[in-house]
């Protein structure tokens, strides 16, 4: 059974940076994506960024459109992690931070919804505030 751990978050002020690592242990499955998600107080989940299974171009990421060139996320195989680079972060980005693997699929543009994903990550919460 996978187990994903997230930690890194934190309170930065308005154009910091953060990284969040979302730790992979137990049985994998051999194709899986892993997203990160974002969830802001009273307002819906959201995808953040994914990356691809290892067997399906492991480096090709995507991200969401509020996110993109600010954020990166890559895959650590020395540590058994996903990353997410957080830079230039502002306000809006504040939210609890998930990690979730989307199991048997190769590639993140099949994994298109939250619930194509489980397991997931407890959370880790990231405050942007001055």
């Known amino acids: 059974q996978t187990q994903l751990a997230e930690s890194g978050g934190g309170l930065v002020e308005p154009g910091g940076a953060l990284t969040l690592s979302c730790a992979i242990s137990?049985?994998?499955?051999?194709?899986?994506?892993i997203s990160w998600f974002r969830q802001a107080a009273g307002k819906k989940r959201e995808g953040v960024s994914c990356?691809?299974?290892?067997?399906?171009?492991?480096?090709?990421?995507s991200y969401s459109d509020s996110v993109k060139v600010r954020f990166r996320t890559w895959r650590d195989y020395a540590k058994n992690t996903v990353e997410l680079e957080m830079t230039s972060l502002k306000p809006e980005d504040t939210g609890v931070y998930y990690c979730?693997?989307?199991?048997?699929?190769?590639?993140?543009?099949?994994?298109?919804?939250?619930?194509?994903?489980?397991?997931w990550g407890q959370g880790t919460q990231v405050t942007v505030s001055s």
């Open positions: 979730a693997a989307a199991a048997g699929y190769r590639h993140c543009t099949s994994a298109s919804s939250a619930y194509d994903y489980e397991p």
């Open positions: 990356i691809n299974s290892v067997t399906g171009n492991g480096a090709s990421t």
């Open positions: 137990g049985s994998t499955p051999v194709h899986y994506v």
